[in-house]
């Protein structure tokens, strides 16, 4: 669209400038225009880059378009948003509290500035369970078909799907996060379903009334069962409670046997623990496990008391919880054990401290727990306690998160297939986290004040699963004497590619060079790894960047694998620092694998662990091979908005903009954007 500033349409190109709220001037001059104009010439070059998520590029033309215009508001706003995305945190507040000065009544932009500096002190601070507000109530009599009369224990998947078990009914009922019914399974007559799990795509329901444990999909189907009446090895006197540790196995309170029996992932029996007693290592009706690393925590209901075992059966002690009066479920979260008591309500204990607190109320003591029986927390820190008198599931929120917003950031936008348009979205919690598992109906796209219909969410999620990593060598000088241990190395990720992963090999020393495309090409791969050479420098910093750049654009699960002899100079991070690298690999869900040789470097192994890798010697083999799985199998946590815009190609080069709204759990979040119509 061309300018004709004396025309109708001056104040509408003007308005672009403002696009965060503020007005157009009331007195622009024909020189102001011209200079506006070269100022949207370079905000739209600036554009394209960050839509590629080129965001260092996009920096340079946003800083162009400011000096050419300095009031070019959203030229400021993408500035800020570039500078975070590309990991110059500081940069983007200082941009954001700028852009303030002009607009200070800007809610959204003062929200990105805060949420940034909350993360900051989150960290420090950490987090009280004891505060929650209620967030959600899901109750049993408003679900119609999907009722769960007289409920006794639930989880929690991945995609937030709530599988609640109805004792009375036989049933176990499985809705989504936004309350509704998605599929029930029944399991019969004379059934009482009582213990639930989930792990890995896997349920395990205990059924209470024919001494069994059904082993499900989240589809609801049983792939197999385990058990039978009796008291023999696997056999069961009315399962109760029952949990997978971390690796997959089963543990179950076999409460009418006063036992607790572990069987393997495929279901086949490995020991018992426990007798019925009231003495060291004896149980009396046990209602319900947990587990934590080699640690196996026991609701030992009848001598009220948790029953502290390792995994291998051998009895630990005896925590006494004084609270507590008819213990029925127990779940942890980080160093504290959740205790779901039917009179006492919720009982959150402490076993360093050996402090707990008791939690039944709520809303100024209005609202209180009939008849408490689950409780757990999800790794969203949402608090859900299932009440079995009122048949209920309540959601609380923590009281510090409940009054904030969702901090929701868009990545690029894709309109090569207009009138389709695409927008690459994260959602976080206040405190920096990703929010999984959010459906259609949490999200909202308004494009030029329009609400657009048929949205589509889970193009990432409906893609099948596949990698993308970069395999990054230290060349410097040191590193010459591993140089034929390299291939060996990379050779645990190689062996276990697919067709549909891409793996780049890339070399660093004084600088950072790729030395293949991204493909599966093992002899490829192989080939770059024993012909690169050595050199002067070990600029990691530069490495870890750039390598992290080559990712981001990819849509699938990615991570970065350095390999190292652990040794650090003065100039390994003089260009990027690592606080620059662990926010950059975190604003886009980048785990970083360290592997040494030799040393072991605090800096390395604190990007590492801060961003969701880790830090392996050489000759942690059993770690190395587990490398692959974990950026494989990683939970894709990004969300692709999809929808048809109404507009009209004919209006090329219209700034059409576009608010995204999210809501959750009575939390919302939005933000702003918009693109060039092509």
């Not at 959204?108 to 959600?136: C, H, M, N, T, W």
């Not at 003495?279 to 046990?286: N, Q, S, T, V």
């Not at 870890?544 to 991070?573: A, C, H, M, Q, W």
Request: net charge neutral.
């Amino acid at each position: 669209m061309k300018l004709n500033y004396r025309g109708a349409l001056y104040p509408v190109i003007l308005s672009v400038l403002f696009i965060c709220g503020q007005p157009a001037p009331a007195h622009a001059l024909p020189r102001d225009v011209v200079r506006f104009e070269k100022a949207k010439e370079s905000f739209r070059e600036g554009y394209v880059y960050f839509n590629h998520q080129k965001y260092l590029a996009a920096v340079e033309y946003f800083r162009k378009a400011i000096a050419e215009y300095p009031d070019y508001m959203t030229a400021r706003e993408y500035l800020a948003r570039s500078y975070r995305l590309a990991g110059y945190k500081e940069e983007a507040i200082r941009e954001w509290e700028a852009f303030l000065e002009e607009a200070p009544d800007n809610v959204l932009v003062r929200q990105k500035i805060e949420a940034l500096r909350y993360q900051d002190v989150k960290e420090l601070s950490g987090f009280s369970i004891g505060e929650f507000v209620l967030a959600d109530e899901v109750a049993s009599d408003e679900m119609r078909r999907y009722r769960f009369p007289n409920p006794v224990d639930f989880t929690v998947d991945a995609e937030k799907n709530v599988y609640i078990t109805s004792f009375s009914s036989g049933k176990l009922i499985k809705i989504d996060p936004n309350k509704e019914g998605l599929d029930t399974y029944n399991a019969g007559m004379s059934s009482k379903l009582y213990g639930i799990d989930h792990f890995n795509g896997r349920l395990a329901v205990a059924d209470f009334g024919e001494d069994m444990v059904y082993i499900m999909d989240t589809s609801l189907k049983v792939r197999s069962k385990i058990g039978a009446a009796g008291n023999g090895e696997g056999s069961f006197h009315g399962p109760q409670g029952l949990c997978f540790d971390a690796k997959g196995y089963i543990y179950v309170a076999d409460s009418g046997n006063h036992r607790v029996q572990k069987f393997d992932p495929g279901g086949r029996f490995l020991l018992s623990f426990g007798k019925q007693g009231e003495y060291e290592g004896e149980l009396y009706r046990p209602t319900d496990v947990a587990v934590s690393g080699d640690n196996v925590y026991v609701l030992d209901n009848g001598n009220n008391r948790v029953a502290c075992f390792d995994d291998s059966g051998n009895f630990i002690k005896n925590v006494a919880v004084p609270e507590s009066r008819s213990m029925r479920g127990i779940s942890l979260f980080k160093e504290n054990i959740l205790i779901a008591d039917e009179k006492t309500g919720l009982i959150v204990y402490n076993p360093s401290s050996e402090k707990s607190l008791v939690k039944s109320s709520w809303e100024k003591k209005s609202r209180s727990f009939s008849k408490l029986f689950s409780a757990l927390m999800d790794r969203d820190e949402y608090l859900y306690c299932l009440d079995f008198g009122a048949e209920s599931l309540y959601v609380f929120n923590p009281l510090q998160r409940h009054y904030a917003n969702f901090d929701v950031e868009i990545a690029s936008v894709d309109v090569s297939k207009y009138p389709v348009i695409a927008f690459y979205v994260s959602v976080r919690d206040r405190g920096g986290k990703p929010l999984y598992g959010l459906k259609r109906d949490n999200f909202q796209v308004i494009e030029d004040k329009v609400p657009m219909s048929g949205l589509y969410v889970d193009y990432l999620k409906d893609k099948d699963t596949s990698s993308s990593m970069v395999f990054c060598v230290d060349r410097s000088e040191d590193m010459r004497q591993y140089h034929n241990d390299v291939p060996w190395v990379a050779e645990f990720i190689l062996q276990k590619m697919r067709t549909n992963d891409s793996f780049r090999v890339a070399s660093a020393a004084a600088d950072y060079v790729s030395e293949t495309d991204f493909d599966w090409s093992r002899r490829r791969a192989l080939a770059a790894l024993g012909g690169a050479g050595y050199g002067a420098g070990k600029n990691i910093g530069k490495a870890l960047y750039n390598s992290i750049t080559d990712l981001v654009p990819r849509i699938n699960r990615r991570g970065v694998i350095f390999l190292t002899d652990g040794v650090l100079d003065e100039k390994s991070f003089s260009q990027y620092t690592a606080d620059n690298i662990i926010f950059f690999a975190n604003s886009h869900h980048i785990p970083i694998y360290i592997v040494s040789f030799k040393e072991k470097s605090r800096t390395l192994e604190r990007i590492a662990l801060s961003t969701g890798g880790a830090y392996y010697f050489t000759r942690q083999v059993e770690n190395l091979k587990g490398i692959y799985e974990k950026i494989h199998g990683a939970e894709e946590n990004r969300y692709v908005l999809v929808y048809s815009t109404l507009r009209s190609a004919t209006v090329n080069g219209w700034w059409s903009e576009v608010k995204l709204e999210v809501s959750y759990k009575n939390q919302k979040g939005q933000e702003w954007g918009g693109y060039f119509v092509p």
